[in-house]
């Protein structure tokens, strides 16, 4: 038994109390090329744990990175503690408050292939960064891999709840072009890394980082001199890589439920969506189909068991376009029942790391495939324009008017894919946008994408989301360019 | 003792920091920069507590340098002693043979010059218990909705050089909103050096006062150009969009700055704006992670125009600049807007007809290059007619450039200049604040 093991069934509990014990480690290292120049390495070791305790109608937590009996124990005691103040003055009065409910489920990492060594990741990046910048006006470019394991033990009253493991793995390419008081930035997974899976040294041929740096820096030029992206509205065709910033904004957060039990008013926001309408509301075109799914093994934010102890699932969320399901843990959808709304829970109570508690979060939430394709798409287009890889986002703290922009834009007219056009943007409306929804990839082109920086919580937290989709075709979209 | 009770920050990691300077071999020098908390943190929703807990969390990023080369290793420290030394001792073991395996950094930076220094900033904290009595006594039956989170925050430089440097405080903060329905609610940001039950008490009284407002029906607009009065909250949002990258060095060298045509002066600002980054008023560290001291005030713009960039060591190395002391990150941490001479009573008969803007929120940039951004109205942002606000204003999005907002539409700045704690925690609490002014914008571009 390892020691940590053994402090955790060591910790006393006063009768009537329950208690958990989440222990996180994650060690990560950040490999770069930054202007042509090999970055230190940066190696990061955290450990520490969670103490969750139930008393009456309150839970309290502790978070301490001291992981021996003492150090436990005095989590424990102080979790109680705070469980006490909540069941004296908190919002769970008459509720049976969930428990975890799993038991010994073991989960090992999902690697195909083991990453190379340290030298020959560094080679490949300075390979990649070379060819970022064949051109003098590339006045930025990076090639980046960072690597991450995570192994994360639950405990529940001193029984084994989950042993699960991860290995997260995010390449990127940024090249940024300028000329004359203009710059473009064209990257291989977007500035803010929506290229992120788990698995090994297949995650970075799957990217497309090995070969690419040619690509994206040539797409950064022919950004510097494309002209800006029109402004009317037209038919837009989304890539997988807008698409995923799409979904997690305005369905991802809509649908969480804490924000929709008012949780997040201070601070992420409230949201759209009502408790009443779930099982009626039209959230989409019939061709809308979503689901929570955080058992693929590969995707960004898969997982056997959440930070509650609740065995994940897949389950649907929007079915040909009406809305069915919330995501919620255990404890808000007993919350949302006790109000009246009896909704089922989604296994997505989770936490940015051992010093945070688990709230509702996405986990993985995709756009089921449909039957077209990008080329049928672009052929069925008359006027409209297409856009790769986000670079801005903003929407209201309902989730529901939003502007978004991209970094590549492409002109289609009359059927044709046509010159590329810099700075696209559009906004629109979440709770009429995804009607306008004409078209769906296949699963052909379906990407598996997300993001390392979901932010949400008070305290704050951020944490790993995917988002799985094919290209999508919306008619009737206000796009735009912008200033300059 | 504790480790989730014990407020002595410095002494319990003195040792972890004299174990870095010790850790050096012949040839080689080695740093340490520590963050430290003992966090309370309860959110409240409808009045009462919705999760309440304790966070202490300690980490420490370890760096080697030896013949040019270096790497750093960032490790979380467990508040003993003893264990602690071992995870440093193993940390700088495993640094060793990646330096041994990396090339020289033509970019590094560290200080040679050693400097001791130790700042410990005393308050009062009040008993976590008595701030759930505190909030939800005083919120009554109203749907106090919020955030409170205080505890020591500390963070300290050690190095093989001899530096020797701590601040440690004991800053705390209750963030929250008295809802009045939908989306419209009060949003107050309270924090004072002293906790006061007493304060806390009206705080929240006035803002429930406040919210009778937001029970009318919100005014729809229609897309357009319209009078704005900032109140400094929203108007702090603004300023610190600048700080996204704005005036970092490293940023401008490479394209990715918003404020690139200031620093080229092919825009500026209206002559009353300046904004420097304070850090001595706001009372947070002079020096950062590479062993430098940080001005305690650095102007960044001065009567419209760029002053300074934010030059870290590295990238001072990297484009041959000056350096400023600057964070590795070049972000200011307690940016200033200087006020003007328009009082907040005059504020809202000077707007005469237009939107009130409490807060912004979720700002993002449309075009980076030329400061154009877009974000959203949020909380009790009004409507106002004739100098008075008759109705909450229905969710608008703008989308308009820095330049204009803060130079061709700027008519005033307002005389009282209010101090708003950075509430971020993402990973950890944070010292920063920012300090503004209101602004009354002759124009403000809503598009949604």
Request: hydrophobic fraction near 40%.
């Given at each position: 038994?390892?020691?940590?093991?053994?402090?955790?069934?060591?910790?006393?509990?006063?009768?009537?109390?329950?208690?958990?014990?989440?222990?996180?480690?994650?060690?990560?290292?950040?490999?770069?090329?930054?202007?042509?120049?090999?970055?230190?390495?940066?190696?990061?070791?955290?450990?520490?744990?969670?103490?969750?305790?139930?008393?009456?109608?309150?839970?309290?937590?502790?978070?301490?990175?001291?992981?021996?009996?003492?150090?436990?124990?005095?989590?424990?005691?102080?979790?109680?503690?705070?469980?006490?103040?909540?069941?004296?003055?908190?919002?769970?009065?008459?509720?049976?408050?969930?428990?975890?409910?799993?038991?010994?489920?073991?989960?090992?990492?999902?690697?195909?292939?083991?990453?190379?060594?340290?030298?020959?990741?560094?080679?490949?990046?300075?390979?990649?960064?070379?060819?970022?910048?064949?051109?003098?006006?590339?006045?930025h470019w990076a090639s980046t891999v960072q690597l991450s394991r995570v192994s994360q033990l639950q405990f529940f009253n001193a029984?084994?709840?989950?042993?699960?493991?991860?290995?997260?793995?995010?390449?990127?390419?940024?090249?940024?072009?300028?000329?004359?008081?203009?710059?473009?930035?064209?990257?291989?997974?977007?500035?803010?890394?929506?290229?992120?899976?788990?698995?090994?040294?297949?995650?970075?041929?799957?990217?497309?980082?090995?070969?690419?740096?040619?690509?994206?820096?040539?797409?950064?030029?022919?950004?510097?001199?494309?002209?800006?992206?029109?402004?009317?509205r037209r038919s837009l065709l989304l890539a997988p890589d807008q698409m995923l910033l799409q979904i997690h904004?305005?369905?991802?957060?809509?649908?969480?439920?804490?924000?929709?039990?008012?949780?997040?008013?201070?601070?992420?926001?409230?949201?759209?969506?009502?408790?009443?309408?779930?099982?009626?509301?039209?959230?989409?075109?019939?061709?809308?189909?979503?689901?929570?799914?955080?058992?693929?093994?590969?995707?960004?934010?898969?997982?056997?068991?959440?930070?509650?102890?609740?065995?994940?699932?897949?389950?649907?969320?929007?079915?040909?376009?009406?809305?069915?399901?919330?995501?919620?843990?255990?404890?808000?959808?007993?919350?949302?029942?006790?109000?009246?709304?009896?909704?089922?829970?989604?296994?997505?109570?989770?936490?940015?790391?051992?010093h945070r508690p688990p709230i509702d979060r996405m986990a993985n939430i995709n756009i089921e495939p449909g039957e077209s394709s990008m080329d049928r798409m672009i052929r069925d287009t008359e006027h409209g324009v297409l856009m790769r890889t986000n670079v801005s986002w903003s929407i209201d703290d309902s989730r529901n008017k939003f502007q978004f922009g991209c970094e590549w834009g492409q002109l289609i007219e009359n059927g044709e894919l046509g010159a590329v056009v810099r700075n696209?943007?559009?906004?629109?409306?979440?709770?009429?946008?995804?009607?306008?929804?004409?078209?769906?990839?296949?699963?052909?082109?379906?990407?598996?994408?997300?993001?390392?920086?979901?932010?949400?919580?008070?305290?704050?937290?951020?944490?790993?989301?995917?988002?799985?989709?094919?290209?999508?075709?919306?008619?009737?979209?206000?796009?735009?360019?912008?200033?300059? | 003792m504790s480790t989730l009770r014990h407020p002595d920050l410095q002494a319990r990691f003195c040792d972890a920091m004299l174990a870095v300077q010790q850790a050096a071999r012949p040839g080689e020098t080695t740093t340490g920069w520590l963050s430290a908390e003992v966090s309370d943190f309860v959110r409240f929703n409808r009045g009462r507590v919705r999760q309440a807990g304790t966070v202490a969390k300690a980490s420490i990023e370890l760096r080697l340098i030896h013949h040019g080369r270096q790497a750093s290793f960032t490790q979380t420290l467990s508040?003993?002693?003893?264990?602690?030394?071992?995870?440093?001792?193993?940390?700088?073991?495993?640094?060793?043979?990646?330096?041994?395996?990396?090339?020289?950094?033509?970019?590094?930076?560290?200080?040679?010059?050693?400097?001791?220094?130790?700042?410990?900033?005393?308050?009062?904290?009040?008993?976590?218990?008595?701030?759930?009595?505190?909030?939800?006594?005083?919120?009554?039956?109203?749907?106090?909705?919020?955030?409170?989170?205080?505890?020591?925050?500390?963070?300290?430089?050690?190095?093989?050089?001899?530096?020797?440097?701590?601040?440690?405080?004991?800053?705390?903060?209750?963030?929250?909103?008295?809802?009045?329905g939908g989306d419209k609610a009060v949003k107050v940001t309270f924090a004072e050096p002293e906790w006061r039950p007493e304060a806390v008490a009206e705080s929240?009284?006035?803002?429930?006062?406040e919210a009778l407002l937001l029970l009318r029906p919100a005014k729809v607009l229609a897309p357009g150009d319209y009078r704005a009065w900032l109140n400094p909250a929203a108007l702090a949002d603004l300023v610190g969009m600048m700080n996204w990258g704005g005036f970092s060095a490293s940023a401008l060298m490479s394209g990715h700055s918003p404020l690139a045509r200031l620093k080229t002066d092919s825009d500026r600002f209206h002559e009353r704006v300046c904004v420097c980054d304070d850090l001595a008023g706001a009372g947070v560290p002079q020096f950062q992670s590479d062993g430098f001291e940080r001005p305690g005030r650095l102007d960044l713009i001065d009567g419209g125009r760029f002053a300074a960039a934010l030059v870290s060591p590295r990238s001072a190395r990297e484009f041959s600049l000056p350096d400023t002391g600057a964070?590795?990150?070049e972000v200011a941490q307690a940016?200033?807007?200087?006020?003007?001479?328009?009082?907040?009573?005059?504020?809202?008969?000077?707007?005469?007809?237009?939107?009130?803007?409490?807060?912004?929120?979720?700002?993002?940039?449309?075009?980076r290059a030329a400061g154009r951004l877009t974000g959203m109205t949020r909380f009790a942002s009004l409507w106002v007619e004739n100098g008075e606000p008759v109705a909450p204003l229905s969710v608008m999005r703008f989308d308009d450039s820095l330049f204009r907002l803060l130079g061709t539409q700027l008519e005033a700045l307002g005389r009282s200049v209010h101090r708003i704690p950075d509430t971020q925690t993402y990973d950890s609490r944070s010292f920063g604040l920012t300090s503004a002014p209101g602004a009354l914008l002759a124009g403000l571009n809503l598009t949604l």
């Open positions: 038994m390892a020691p940590v093991d053994a402090a955790v069934l060591a910790i006393s509990r006063p009768p009537g109390v329950d208690l958990s014990v989440r222990i996180v480690r994650e060690r990560s290292r950040s490999l770069a090329v930054l202007r042509g120049v090999v970055q230190p390495d940066t190696v990061a070791e955290d450990a520490g744990a969670m103490v969750c305790a139930w008393w009456g109608h309150g839970v309290g937590y502790a978070a301490t990175a001291d992981l021996s009996r003492e150090g436990l124990q005095a989590a424990a005691d102080r979790a109680i503690e705070w469980a006490r103040q909540v069941d004296r003055h908190g919002l769970f009065d008459g509720l049976a408050l969930p428990r975890p409910t799993a038991r010994a489920v073991v989960r090992g990492e999902t690697v195909q292939r083991p990453l190379a060594a340290r030298r020959d990741l560094i080679e490949q990046l300075r390979e990649e960064a070379a060819a970022l910048r064949r051109d003098p006006r590339i006045v029984e084994l709840v989950s042993d699960e493991s991860f290995s997260y793995v995010v390449p990127n390419l940024e090249a940024t072009a300028a000329s004359e008081g203009r710059s473009q930035t064209r990257t291989l997974g977007g500035q803010y890394n929506g290229f992120c899976m788990q698995g090994g040294d297949e995650v970075i041929d799957l990217s497309g980082l090995r070969g690419g740096g040619a690509r994206i820096g040539r797409e950064a030029l022919e950004l510097l001199d494309a002209p800006n992206c029109p402004s009317g904004e305005s369905i991802g957060h809509p649908l969480e439920l804490d924000r929709i039990l008012g949780d997040e008013r201070n601070f992420a926001g409230t949201s759209f969506v009502s408790l009443d309408m779930f099982g009626r509301y039209q959230y989409g075109s019939t061709l809308l189909n979503v689901s929570f799914d955080p058992t693929p093994a590969g995707e960004f934010a898969s997982y056997g068991v959440d930070d509650e102890g609740a065995p994940a699932a897949r389950v649907p969320l929007i079915e040909r376009g009406v809305l069915q399901r919330p995501l919620g843990s255990a404890l808000s959808a007993a919350r949302a029942t006790a109000a009246g709304f009896p909704v089922a829970s989604t296994a997505n109570a989770r936490a940015s790391g051992w696209p943007n559009y906004r629109g409306v979440s709770a009429t946008f995804w009607r306008s929804l004409a078209a769906v990839g296949s699963a052909d082109e379906q990407q598996w994408l997300g993001t390392p920086y979901c932010g949400k919580g008070e305290p704050g937290q951020v944490v790993r989301v995917g988002h799985a989709a094919p290209p999508c075709l919306f008619h009737d979209v206000d796009v735009f360019g912008a200033e300059q | 508040g003993l002693a003893a264990d602690d030394r071992l995870r440093i001792a193993a940390a700088f073991d495993e640094l060793r043979h990646i330096v041994g395996d990396s090339e020289p950094d033509p970019h590094l930076a560290v200080s040679e010059v050693s400097v001791c220094r130790s700042t410990r900033l005393s308050s009062r904290l009040p008993d976590p218990a008595e701030v759930c009595d505190v909030v939800c006594s005083a919120a009554g039956d109203a749907d106090l909705v919020g955030f409170y989170a205080g505890g020591p925050l500390a963070c300290g430089f050690a190095s093989s050089l001899g530096h020797s440097m701590w601040h440690e405080a004991l800053p705390w903060f209750l963030d929250y909103c008295i809802c009045a929240i009284a006035r803002a429930r006062r964070t590795a990150h940016l200033s807007l200087a006020g003007g001479d328009l009082a907040d009573d005059d504020a809202m008969a000077a707007l005469g007809t237009g939107v009130a803007v409490s807060n912004f929120w979720y700002l993002n940039w449309s075009d």
